[in-house]
């Protein structure tokens, strides 16, 4: 009764729920990447694209260079982030938060964007750090008072008169300190026009606050300058060059150097005053800025980065998926009808009745294909083993029949007293129990053998010693038959095995080779050595296999006589029982002969070397 898979668990519907499952999580986990991966990196770009965010860090560096601490950035903070809808954090170097747009407990983004440092501010580098100068509205001591910048004011505003009656258009810009500086609208030069003389000096002499400020930095700088082999002689004086916003950058400052070092270069004696005076002015300048903070910038939540589809796109994309699926689910139903098809077939073969032996068609060369040809080959195996199996029943049921036969049939007679009890008929009865008991023998060592319960008592063995025993054991049974026995055997040829079965085995080959040789034939025995194997062989002068029997020599209850007759043939288990005794010894029996010049019987078993006193 063919047995009903369910639907679920058959293989094609399987295959193609798993395929399906699978191409629908590969379109969706593929189209969830791309669109968080594009997301992501626009967030990361937008993060780490400092250029896009000067104004933050230009407002922050204002903070810092106009306050002495970071404690009311707060506020400065959240309206930056809200005008520009980012996130916005400021840390100490060991990540303490100062200041954060973002609610408490925000984790920062991995890498600060800049540092915000107004005594670094020129530009920055690729890790965020600021480089090299001050930023011009860090004022400190260089603050005016309103009296002083009311007497500059009043200055300037003269200079702007005098060149307006010069005709050179002119105006006014205040530093950071208060500081007005008279300006030309396109930088042109006053000498040109002839208004040197509104130039009186008046409005670049520092003012006391300054003088204060410019002495406390000569003092800051002199010891690294006579560090560097310079002498400053009287105090500093900033260069007030107009249209400059902040008169100390890189340095520009005036004071008179002197050398101690002659050999040195005007070039060099210039950069080590400029670095000297701008060490001093960043020592001078840091009590009234805010300390270095390291600046996050992130996504904020006025405007979040979306990652939207258009109707078209959408649609494309809904499209796509279903063109895979529906591919998918397509290739895997025709592959799985393809593998379902042989299965299918194997599967009614082997439920099929034994008798039958069905054999299944080959239609693929891939693992299904080999699966069926395995089977087949199971098959016919089946196949001669059934066949093997009810000829070996036959067999035994005729070899026990005929002695037994016997055996039942004088024995009745006797005790009928149709025959008395003789001693010759007690010898035949005797001869036949023999038979019986020989056949029984032979059938237990097969079964041992085929059980792997074959006992061997292994020992060195001398090849020529064997065949003596065996050659003298048939000795009589060769002179009766008129049939010459000789034996001729390499000395180097050495066994490890065990004797008696050895001597069962040649026996069997020397019984064999006496039954089918006729009067005046030889009989030989030989053994040599041939590598690390020794070949023993047992030749004979008789009738010979036929070529097409050869195969079988060596099969149970075979014997090229068909009419099953013992005046040529014993029960034929004799050569059965030598190939697995050689087997057992791990070696090989094999059979050659040809029609009228009789049959070679060859037994290669592993050798070993002479022993130290079998010399």
Known sequence: MRRRIPVRKRLLVRLLSVSALIAVCSVAATAWLAVTTTTSALKEEQGQDLAA?????????????????????????????????????????????????????????????????????????????????????????????????AELDALAAARKRCYARHGLQSGIVHMASGRPVVTTADGTDPAAYGATECEDGRLGTPTPTESRALNALTDLARPCLRKAGLDIVGPLFPLYDPGAKDPFSGGRLIAKYVARDTKASRAATERAAQTCVLTGRRAQLEPYVAPVAELFLGIGDQSPSRFDMSTANKAKVIGAAGLVLAVTVAVTAVVAIRLVRPLRALTEAAGAPPELHIRVPVTTRDETGILAEAFNDLTERRERLEAQRKAMVSD???????????????????????????????????????????????????????????????????????????????????????????????????????????????????????????????VTLAARREGSDVVLRVGDTGTGIAAEDLPHVFERFWRAEKSRSRRTGGSGLGLPIVRHLVAAHGGTAEAASAPGEGAVLTLRLPGIEAPADGA
Request: overall charge negative; cysteine-free; hydrophobic content about 45%.
């Open 396 to 522: 035994i049921a005729h070899e026990l029949r005929s002695p037994l036969t016997n055996i039942r049939g004088w024995l009745e007679v006797v005790r009928d007293g149709v025959v008395e009890a003789e001693p010759a008929l007690l010898d035949s009865l005797h001869e036949e129990a023999l038979v019986l008991q020989r056949i029984i023998d032979d059938l237990q060592d097969l079964a041992a053998a085929d059980a792997g319960t074959l006992r061997l008592h292994r020992e060195p063995l001398r090849a020529a010693d064997l065949l003596d025993q065996v050659a003298a054991a048939h000795r009589v049974a060769a002179d009766a038959a008129g049939v010459a026995l000789r034996t001729t055997a390499d000395p180097a040829a050495w066994l490890d095995a065990d004797p008696v079965r050895m001597r069962q085995a040649l026996g069997n080959l020397v019984s064999n080779a006496l039954r089918h040789t006729p009067a005046d034939g030889t």
């Open 53 to 149: 965010d000067n104004s933050i860090l230009a407002e922050l560096s204002g903070y810092a260079a106009t306050h002495a601490g970071w404690s009311g950035a707060r506020r400065t903070v959240q309206d930056l982030a809200a005008r520009t809808g980012r996130r916005i954090a400021l840390t100490t170097a060991d990540r303490t938060v100062l200041a954060d747009s973002a609610p408490r407990g925000t984790p920062l983004p991995p890498r600060p964007a800049a540092t915000v440092d107004p005594l670094r501010t020129d530009t920055y580098s690729e890790t965020g750090a600021q480089l090299s100068g001050i930023d011009p509205r860090v004022v400190g001591p260089y603050r005016l008072p309103a009296a002083e910048r």
